[in-house]
């Protein structure tokens, strides 16, 4: 069975940083991109940042500049460093990977269970 578990949320005051990191349990799949989406209250959950198997990234122009992902593909794990937080950062923050099972044809996406980052002005 595969799960996402996500780490690093928390308070922070504006300007300040934190580092979130999302790692995929279980063994023997393949994982190709992975993303980071964001929703607040009231608000559609919208995308953060996506980085491909190869390394190419992308943003979204709210946190072009302040954020950035990474990935470990040997620990399968992905990171994203979220500097110069603004109060209108504070969402639950969610990873997703797509995932191809042993046997399996195609990629699947599956989600972490979110974790809550509050910026305080």
């Known amino acids: 069975q595969v799960q996402l578990v996500e780490s690093g949320g928390g308070l922070v005051q504006a300007g300040g940083s934190l580092r979130l990191s999302c790692a995929a349990s279980?063994?023997?799949?393949?994982?190709?991109?992975m993303a980071w989406y964001r929703q607040a209250p009231g608000k559609q959950r919208e995308l953060v940042a996506q980085?491909?198997?190869?390394?190419?990234?992308n943003y979204a122009d709210s946190v072009k500049g302040r954020f950035t992902i990474s990935r470990d593909n040997a620990r399968q794990t992905m990171y994203m460093q979220m500097d110069s937080l603004k109060p209108e950062d504070t969402a639950v923050y969610y990873c997703?990977?797509?995932?191809?099972?042993?046997?399996?044809?195609?990629?699947?996406?599956?989600w972490g269970q979110g974790t809550q980052v509050t910026v305080s002005s």
């Open positions: 279980g063994s023997a799949f393949s994982i190709n991109a």
């Open positions: 997703t990977f797509a995932i191809r099972k042993p046997l399996n044809l195609n990629y699947r996406d599956y």
């Open positions: 980085i491909t198997r190869d390394g190419i990234t």
